[in-house]
T-cell receptor, first 117, second 109 residues
Framework: GAVVSQHPSWVICKSGTSVKIECRSL??????MFWYRQFPKQSLMLMAT?????????EQGVEKDKFLINHASLTLSTLTVTSAHPEDSSFYIC?????????????FGQGTRLTVV | RKEVEQDPGPFNVPEGATVAFNCTYS??????FFWYRQDCRKEPKLLMS???SGNEDGRFTAQLNRASQYISLLIRDSKLSDSATYLC??????????FGGGTRVLVKP
Protein backbone atom coordinates (compact mmCIF):
# COMPACT_ATOMS: atom_id res chain seq x y z
CA GLY A 1 0.00 0.00 0.00
CA ALA A 2 0.93 3.65 -0.30
CA VAL A 3 3.33 4.99 2.25
CA VAL A 4 2.89 8.59 1.14
CA SER A 5 -0.61 9.84 0.58
CA GLN A 6 -1.33 13.01 -1.38
CA HIS A 7 -4.67 14.73 -1.57
CA PRO A 8 -6.49 15.77 -3.67
CA SER A 9 -5.54 13.75 -6.73
CA TRP A 10 -6.99 16.36 -9.03
CA VAL A 11 -8.49 19.80 -8.69
CA ILE A 12 -9.96 22.38 -11.01
CA CYS A 13 -10.10 25.91 -9.73
CA LYS A 14 -10.83 29.36 -10.97
CA SER A 15 -8.05 31.81 -11.67
CA GLY A 16 -7.25 33.89 -8.60
CA THR A 17 -8.26 31.30 -6.03
CA SER A 18 -5.96 29.31 -3.75
CA VAL A 19 -5.53 25.57 -3.66
CA LYS A 20 -4.10 23.49 -0.82
CA ILE A 21 -2.45 20.13 -1.42
CA GLU A 22 -1.68 17.76 1.43
CA CYS A 23 1.08 15.22 1.65
CA ARG A 24 1.18 12.65 4.42
CA SER A 25 3.71 9.97 5.27
CA LEU A 26 1.64 7.06 6.49
CA UNK A 27 3.96 4.74 8.36
CA UNK A 28 7.12 6.68 8.96
CA UNK A 29 8.12 10.10 10.15
CA UNK A 30 9.52 12.46 7.59
CA UNK A 31 11.38 15.48 8.87
CA UNK A 32 11.89 16.48 5.27
CA MET A 33 9.52 16.29 2.36
CA PHE A 34 9.95 17.55 -1.16
CA TRP A 35 7.57 19.18 -3.57
CA TYR A 36 7.96 18.67 -7.30
CA ARG A 37 6.16 19.98 -10.33
CA GLN A 38 5.93 18.27 -13.68
CA PHE A 39 4.70 19.92 -16.86
CA PRO A 40 3.56 17.72 -19.76
CA LYS A 41 6.37 15.75 -21.38
CA GLN A 42 8.90 17.22 -18.99
CA SER A 43 10.77 15.84 -16.03
CA LEU A 44 9.98 16.35 -12.40
CA MET A 45 11.41 19.64 -11.18
CA LEU A 46 12.08 20.24 -7.51
CA MET A 47 10.21 23.26 -6.23
CA ALA A 48 11.05 23.28 -2.56
CA THR A 49 12.21 21.29 0.40
CA UNK A 50 9.79 21.22 3.29
CA UNK A 51 11.38 21.03 6.73
CA UNK A 52 9.38 20.09 9.79
CA UNK A 53 9.25 22.94 12.25
CA UNK A 54 11.16 25.41 10.12
CA UNK A 55 10.87 27.37 6.91
CA UNK A 56 10.88 25.66 3.59
CA UNK A 57 13.80 25.99 1.24
CA UNK A 58 12.81 27.07 -2.24
CA GLU A 59 14.62 26.34 -5.48
CA GLN A 60 15.72 29.20 -7.65
CA GLY A 61 12.88 30.70 -9.62
CA VAL A 62 10.13 29.41 -7.34
CA GLU A 63 8.17 32.17 -5.62
CA LYS A 64 7.86 31.43 -1.92
CA ASP A 65 4.93 33.81 -1.52
CA LYS A 66 3.03 32.05 -4.24
CA PHE A 67 3.75 28.49 -3.17
CA LEU A 68 3.25 28.42 0.58
CA ILE A 69 4.61 25.36 2.34
CA ASN A 70 3.77 24.31 5.85
CA HIS A 71 5.31 21.28 7.54
CA ALA A 72 3.68 21.38 10.92
CA SER A 73 4.17 17.76 11.89
CA LEU A 74 6.46 14.86 11.13
CA THR A 75 3.85 13.28 8.89
CA LEU A 76 2.21 16.19 7.10
CA SER A 77 3.34 18.84 4.68
CA THR A 78 1.03 21.12 2.75
CA LEU A 79 1.55 23.15 -0.39
CA THR A 80 -0.79 26.05 -1.05
CA VAL A 81 -0.83 27.56 -4.50
CA THR A 82 -2.02 31.10 -3.87
CA SER A 83 -3.81 33.23 -6.44
CA ALA A 84 -3.53 30.45 -8.98
CA HIS A 85 -3.27 31.28 -12.66
CA PRO A 86 -3.58 29.07 -15.72
CA GLU A 87 0.21 28.85 -16.02
CA ASP A 88 0.24 27.14 -12.61
CA SER A 89 -1.68 24.23 -14.11
CA SER A 90 0.60 21.25 -13.67
CA PHE A 91 1.14 17.92 -11.96
CA TYR A 92 2.37 18.47 -8.40
CA ILE A 93 4.00 15.56 -6.55
CA CYS A 94 5.32 15.33 -3.05
CA UNK A 95 8.02 12.99 -1.85
CA UNK A 96 9.24 11.80 1.50
CA UNK A 97 12.46 9.96 2.07
CA UNK A 98 12.61 7.04 4.46
CA UNK A 99 16.15 6.72 5.69
CA UNK A 100 16.74 3.52 7.61
CA UNK A 101 20.49 3.94 7.75
CA UNK A 102 21.26 0.95 5.55
CA UNK A 103 18.66 1.85 3.00
CA UNK A 104 17.29 5.12 1.71
CA UNK A 105 14.21 5.18 -0.44
CA UNK A 106 12.06 8.00 -1.72
CA UNK A 107 8.33 7.51 -1.80
CA PHE A 108 6.03 9.66 -3.81
CA GLY A 109 2.49 10.75 -3.30
CA GLN A 110 0.00 9.94 -6.00
CA GLY A 111 0.31 13.46 -7.38
CA THR A 112 -2.18 16.26 -7.76
CA ARG A 113 -3.24 17.39 -11.19
CA LEU A 114 -4.10 21.06 -10.93
CA THR A 115 -6.05 22.78 -13.65
CA VAL A 116 -6.64 26.51 -13.33
CA VAL A 117 -9.35 27.89 -15.56
CA ARG B 1 24.95 21.15 -18.59
CA LYS B 2 22.08 19.47 -16.74
CA GLU B 3 22.87 17.70 -13.50
CA VAL B 4 21.32 14.47 -14.71
CA GLU B 5 20.90 13.74 -18.40
CA GLN B 6 19.08 11.00 -20.21
CA ASP B 7 18.30 10.17 -23.80
CA PRO B 8 14.59 10.97 -24.01
CA GLY B 9 13.93 8.25 -26.60
CA PRO B 10 11.51 6.82 -27.40
CA PHE B 11 13.17 3.46 -27.63
CA ASN B 12 10.90 1.29 -29.73
CA VAL B 13 11.55 -2.26 -28.63
CA PRO B 14 10.11 -5.48 -30.08
CA GLU B 15 8.54 -7.68 -27.46
CA GLY B 16 11.12 -10.12 -26.17
CA ALA B 17 14.10 -8.00 -27.15
CA THR B 18 16.70 -6.38 -24.93
CA VAL B 19 17.00 -2.65 -24.46
CA ALA B 20 19.60 -0.64 -22.60
CA PHE B 21 20.08 3.02 -21.93
CA ASN B 22 22.30 5.26 -19.88
CA CYS B 23 22.10 8.28 -17.66
CA THR B 24 24.96 10.68 -16.97
CA TYR B 25 25.35 12.83 -13.88
CA SER B 26 27.56 15.84 -13.35
CA UNK B 27 28.08 15.90 -9.59
CA UNK B 28 30.95 13.61 -8.74
CA UNK B 29 29.93 13.76 -5.08
CA UNK B 30 26.63 12.03 -5.80
CA UNK B 31 26.04 9.33 -3.27
CA UNK B 32 23.20 7.14 -4.37
CA PHE B 33 21.45 6.34 -7.56
CA PHE B 34 18.09 4.95 -8.52
CA TRP B 35 15.96 4.01 -11.45
CA TYR B 36 12.31 4.94 -11.15
CA ARG B 37 9.52 4.05 -13.49
CA GLN B 38 6.77 6.51 -14.30
CA ASP B 39 3.63 5.57 -16.14
CA CYS B 40 1.64 8.24 -17.91
CA ARG B 41 -0.05 10.66 -15.47
CA LYS B 42 1.11 8.66 -12.47
CA GLU B 43 3.68 9.18 -9.75
CA PRO B 44 7.16 7.67 -10.13
CA LYS B 45 7.76 4.32 -8.48
CA LEU B 46 11.07 2.84 -7.48
CA LEU B 47 12.28 0.23 -9.91
CA MET B 48 15.64 -0.44 -8.34
CA SER B 49 18.52 1.14 -6.52
CA UNK B 50 21.87 1.10 -8.28
CA UNK B 51 24.84 -0.27 -6.37
CA UNK B 52 28.52 0.14 -7.13
CA SER B 53 28.93 -3.52 -7.92
CA GLY B 54 25.96 -3.55 -10.25
CA ASN B 55 22.76 -5.35 -9.42
CA GLU B 56 20.11 -7.40 -11.07
CA ASP B 57 16.43 -7.80 -10.33
CA GLY B 58 14.78 -10.32 -12.57
CA ARG B 59 14.93 -9.00 -16.12
CA PHE B 60 16.41 -5.69 -15.04
CA THR B 61 20.11 -5.01 -14.59
CA ALA B 62 21.56 -1.74 -13.32
CA GLN B 63 25.17 -0.67 -13.48
CA LEU B 64 27.08 2.25 -12.02
CA ASN B 65 30.28 3.65 -13.50
CA ARG B 66 31.63 6.26 -11.10
CA ALA B 67 34.73 6.99 -13.18
CA SER B 68 32.65 8.03 -16.17
CA GLN B 69 29.75 9.22 -14.05
CA TYR B 70 26.94 7.28 -15.58
CA ILE B 71 24.46 4.62 -14.66
CA SER B 72 22.73 2.23 -16.98
CA LEU B 73 19.60 0.13 -17.09
CA LEU B 74 19.17 -2.99 -19.17
CA ILE B 75 15.85 -4.72 -19.68
CA ARG B 76 15.90 -8.28 -21.01
CA ASP B 77 13.01 -10.15 -22.60
CA SER B 78 10.95 -6.97 -22.82
CA LYS B 79 7.27 -7.21 -22.02
CA LEU B 80 4.50 -4.97 -23.26
CA SER B 81 4.02 -3.89 -19.65
CA ASP B 82 7.57 -2.51 -19.58
CA SER B 83 6.40 0.42 -21.70
CA ALA B 84 6.91 3.46 -19.50
CA THR B 85 9.25 6.35 -18.85
CA TYR B 86 12.32 5.39 -16.88
CA LEU B 87 13.70 8.10 -14.66
CA CYS B 88 17.28 8.25 -13.53
CA UNK B 89 17.45 9.72 -10.04
CA UNK B 90 20.56 10.88 -8.26
CA UNK B 91 20.91 11.74 -4.59
CA UNK B 92 23.79 14.18 -4.18
CA UNK B 93 23.30 15.11 -0.55
CA UNK B 94 20.59 15.78 1.97
CA UNK B 95 18.21 13.38 0.25
CA UNK B 96 17.47 16.00 -2.35
CA UNK B 97 16.80 13.93 -5.40
CA UNK B 98 17.62 15.17 -8.87
CA PHE B 99 15.73 13.64 -11.74
CA GLY B 100 16.81 13.06 -15.28
CA GLY B 101 14.38 13.95 -18.02
CA GLY B 102 13.37 10.34 -18.42
CA THR B 103 13.80 7.78 -21.17
CA ARG B 104 10.64 6.64 -22.84
CA VAL B 105 10.43 2.96 -23.73
CA LEU B 106 7.73 1.57 -26.01
CA VAL B 107 7.53 -2.21 -26.25
CA LYS B 108 5.60 -3.37 -29.28
CA PRO B 109 4.20 -6.78 -30.20
Amino acid sequence: GAVVSQHPSWVICKSGTSVKIECRSLDFQATTMFWYRQFPKQSLMLMATSNEGSKATYEQGVEKDKFLINHASLTLSTLTVTSAHPEDSSFYICSAVRDRGWNTEAFFGQGTRLTVV
Amino acid sequence: RKEVEQDPGPFNVPEGATVAFNCTYSNSASQSFFWYRQDCRKEPKLLMSVYSSGNEDGRFTAQLNRASQYISLLIRDSKLSDSATYLCVVNAAGNKLTFGGGTRVLVKP
